[in-house]
């Protein structure tokens, strides 16, 4: 899922281009000062024509290649020259172009003057937006935690704002909004109104869900906004009307508490209900998925255990003490995928357990091939602790299968351990180039990276941490898992 913050900024402002060109061609006959062409549909298309394209032209620009601080400036600056002269155009011919006794000279510097500032100005405001709007953005992608919710959020609050915006427009032209009545409830009322449904919706409420501390901190959160746009309201009514009157922002400040906070909690309870179940069916199909992909894996498991099993006791017979030592592990395994795969949650024990017996056949297939190091450390655990099965074997899976080259030197190290409540898991393994003779099984994938962080984002959620770092030689990653006790 990506951030449409930029998509949605670039439809809504050819939507407003095309509302207001059409209003500006309805009009064209009804222009009595010269010819409506040259002095109203021209001058329109130099401002707003501009401006539209300065938005188009921005975005494509940020989208083709990474901003940095010369090229900007350089990019500002030309713009800002081109759309003074399209600016200074456009006021030339409205105000001045032929009309008797002016003099030609003194209106076209004047025109000029008007252009640059116009042109500066805009330049200026949607600079700071778009070094706001890209912060945000930069922000949203890179910080901790889910990163879909996120950006999901984004893209309605976006939507929802931009849309507001032009339906703004749309209604002033055609004429809803010309009145004083309808424009102050658009302005004043409307636009708190939808930005305390979206800050409940998607901040207060969900974090008072996650971290509530009694009724009190209920209120202060939803109290302190509708007090903050009441107040801002209240400034901006008195600057337009001119007047103090105070039962307005009261009324406002009841609206907001008495009847948009309900109705907010009332949709966000909506929205969780279908969020929580979109999350279990994603859950069950996932875990749909990863049962098929179980039940591919195996060949007859029940034969392969049984022959491993006379194996077992052939190498006995003979004193093969580490042919039946390995044979004994593997079954274990085998016993592992068998039995305890499909649960929902084993001790981590048995996970630590089979990790060891992973360990210690990868030992005895590479001990004998020099420039390989393997160290590991596997501790215990004494407190009851479960964990989804597999969880944590896929990524010392990765380690032998990128980590280990006969044609280059190669390590693994591997520190699993655990506390009270967690587990850890650290591991460094050497990163080899891409002509590198891999030694690992032919066809083999395992699990896959993926998988595990989508696994881990299912069965785990806010309650894991992987940091993932590489460089040319190395590849490192840390794991730590919340995990819950057996009763």
């Known amino acids: 899922m990506q951030i449409h913050w930029r998509q949605h900024e670039q439809l809504v402002a050819i939507s407003i281009f095309i509302i207001l060109l059409v209003n500006e061609i309805i009009g064209l006959p009804n222009q ?214 105070p039962l307005p922002p009261i009324i406002l400040l009841l609206i907001l508490l008495l009847v948009v906070t309900p109705l907010s909690w009332l949709l966000y309870q909506k929205q969780k209900a279908q969020i929580n179940s979109l999350q279990q069916m994603e859950k069950e199909l996932g875990q749909q998925k990863a049962d098929l992909a179980f039940l591919r894996s195996q060949i007859n498991p029940h034969f392969l255990f049984n022959s491993l099993n006379t194996l077992y006791a052939l190498a006995l017979q003979e004193s093969a003490v580490k042919t039946s030592t390995g044979i004994q592990q593997l079954g274990d395994m085998m016993r592992f995928m068998l039995h305890e795969n499909n649960r929902d949650r084993i001790p981590l024990q048995r996970e630590l357990d089979y990790i060891r017996n992973y360990l210690s056949l990868q030992l005895l297939r590479l001990n004998n091939i020099n420039g390989i190091q393997i160290s590991s450390s596997i501790g215990e655990q004494h407190n009851n602790l479960l964990i989804a099965p597999m969880l944590l074997i896929p990524f010392i899976e990765n380690a032998f299968k990128h980590g280990i080259s006969i044609t280059h030197p190669s390590f693994i190290t591997i520190n699993c351990y655990c506390n009270q409540q967690q587990v850890f898991l650290d591991l460094v393994n050497s990163k080899h180039p891409s002509n590198a003779t891999q030694l690992s099984e032919t066809g083999a994938s395992g699990i896959g990276l993926e998988n595990v962080q989508q696994r881990l984002q299912l069965l785990y959620p806010q309650q894991h941490s992987l940091t993932i770092q590489q460089d040319n030689s190395t590849y490192q990653i840390h794991l730590t898992v919340q995990l819950t006790t057996s009763s």
Not at 105 to 122: N, P, R, V, Y
């Open 32 to 245: 009595t000062t010269g010819d409506p062409i040259q002095n109203h549909l021209a001058p329109f298309l130099l401002l707003y024509g501009s401006t539209v394209s300065l938005v188009l032209g921005a975005n494509y620009w940020i989208k083709k290649q990474q901003v940095s601080l010369i090229p900007a400036f350089i990019a500002l600056l030309l713009s800002w020259v081109l759309l003074s002269a399209l600016f200074a155009g456009g006021f030339y011919l409205r105000h001045f172009y032929l009309q008797p006794g002016l003099g030609n000279t003194i209106f076209t510097t004047e025109a000029w003057k008007s252009g640059m500032q116009d042109a500066g100005i805009l330049l200026i405001v949607y600079a700071n937006y778009l070094y706001f709007r890209e912060s945000m953005i930069h922000w949203l992608l890179k910080a901790p935690g889910q990163p879909q919710f996120r950006t999901m959020v984004t893209n309605k609050i976006t939507a929802i704002l931009f849309s507001y915006v032009a339906v703004g427009v749309f209604l002033y032209l055609t004429g809803p909004l010309r009145g004083d009545g309808p424009a102050i409830v658009y302005v004043f009322l409307l636009l708190p109104a939808i930005l305390i449904v979206l800050i409940n919706v998607y901040g207060i409420f969900p974090a008072v869900s996650l971290y509530t501390k009694g009724t009190a901190q209920w209120w202060k959160r939803l109290l302190i906004f509708p007090v903050i746009f009441t107040v801002i309201v209240a400034a901006g009514y008195f600057v337009v009307i001119k007047r103090i009157e």
